[in-house]
T-cell receptor
């Protein structure tokens, strides 16, 4: 299996622009998670899905952030408009049931 | 709200040493606990998953224990190698939600 796939691996954008991060979970996994990692706050759960349905989005920082999972093999995290404080590494993870989570390589986002 | 503390924050040891990384958490009502390693600039690699009904799990030179009632877990690394150098993260899980500690940055010197 190819593991969790994320794209792009690096994204540099200007403040105010829309950013879309993409994730392909491991085939057969029914849970998908989006995390954000910063030096100040460590790893934080933003939102997670079960069978394509958002279950808990309490970690989404504000309305500028949105996430979708249109099917079992694809999810997006969108930031609109982006701000410099959104600069972080964004990870996607998937699991089968509420068990072992497998992480993707992450997307390093820089907002200037 | 679950809070996770990992001690020590950083550790530097010579190759071959056995070592213990500590993790404590405030809410003992967990379903499982996962240990990860993270290499600089990389994603997280799952090392071990301990279910709440288990007391320990072993994988190769790694052994993780869980004392749910006292809110503690330890990761034991035997015969450390330079390739073990990384940040180790502890994450207790409540249902589907993992809460991460700040990690222990391990350096194994040749």
């Amino acid at each position: 299996d190819a593991g969790v796939i994320q794209s792009p691996r690096h994204e540099v954008t200007e403040m105010g622009q829309e950013v879309t991060l993409r994730c392909k979970p491991i085939s057969g996994h029914d849970y998908l998670f989006w995390y954000r990692q910063t030096m100040m706050r460590g790893l934080e759960l933003l939102i997670y899905f079960n069978n394509n349905v958002p279950i808990d989005d309490s970690g989404m920082p504000e309305d500028r952030f949105s996430a979708k999972m249109p099917n079992a093999s694809f999810s997006t995290l969108k930031i609109q408009p982006s701000e410099p404080r959104d600069s972080a590494v964004y990870f996607c993870a998937s699991s089968l049931g509420a068990l072992e989570q497998y992480f993707g390589p992450g997307t390093r986002l820089t907002v200037t | 709200k679950q809070e996770v503390t990992q001690i020590p924050a950083a550790l530097s040891v010579p190759e071959g040493e056995n070592l213990v990384l500590n993790c404590s958490f405030t809410d003992s009502a967990i379903y499982n606990l996962q240990w990860f390693r993270q290499d600089p600039g990389k994603g997280l690699t799952s090392l071990l998953l301990i279910q709440s009904s288990q007391r320990e799990q072993t994988s190769g030179r790694l052994n993780a224990s869980l004392d749910k009632s006292s809110g503690r877990s330890t990761l034991y690394i035997a015969a450390s190698q330079p390739g073990d150098s990384a940040t180790y993260l502890c994450a207790p899980g409540s249902g589907s939600r993992l809460t991460f500690g700040e990690g222990t940055q391990l350096t194994v010197n040749p």
